[in-house]
């Protein structure tokens, strides 16, 4: 986990991603369009799920703020994209934040799985400094 810029009143972005080259173009993308940020990442969908769940390591609630958007691979180890999907859903946090798939499957079938469990949107990698940009402009500030 990493975290950039710490202040509750900037956009929280969450990345779930267990690839470290893709992490770092997402990373690189976010220096690349230079608006104010928190960052965290998870590597596989468990440290998801506890992130989200404010569990184990990420207990006390300054661990793991409450994001306004979550880019979520869809192939990950221990549960897949799909598997934290629904758990968002079950949870009842489909609401709650926005979540933008990051995939490098281009398949309808994934895309309608993916609008069904709850994604705002469904993006191929490697993720444009310009998409990035106006998501993050969209995120209401509270």
């Known amino acids: 986990m990493s975290t950039e810029v710490p202040s509750m009143k900037l956009p929280v972005i969450l990345l779930v991603e267990d690839s470290e080259d893709d992490a770092f173009f997402f990373r690189r993308a976010l220096k690349r369009i230079e608006q104010p940020h928190q960052f ?10 506890d992130f989200l769940g404010r569990k184990g390591s990420f207990e006390p609630p300054n661990a793991s703020p409450r994001p ?3 880019f979520l691979d869809l192939k990950l180890p ?4 799909f598997d934290v999907l629904r758990w968002i859903k079950a949870q009842g946090l489909s609401n709650a934040f926005k979540v933008v ?5 281009d398949q309808e079938a994934d895309r309608s799985l993916a609008r069904e469990l709850g994604a705002a949107d469904y993006v191929a990698k490697p ?10 402009q969209s995120i209401p500030r509270s």
């Not at 965290?40 to 799920?49: I, Q, R, T, Y």
């Not at 798939?101 to 499957?105: A, P």
């Open 101 to 105: 798939v990051l995939s490098g499957s």
């Open 78 to 81: 221990k549960f897949n994209g």
């Open 68 to 70: 306004n958007i979550i």
């Open 40 to 49: 965290f990442h998870v590597a596989d969908g468990k440290e998801a799920l």
């Open 127 to 136: 993720l444009q400094p310009d998409y990035l940009r106006s998501i993050l």
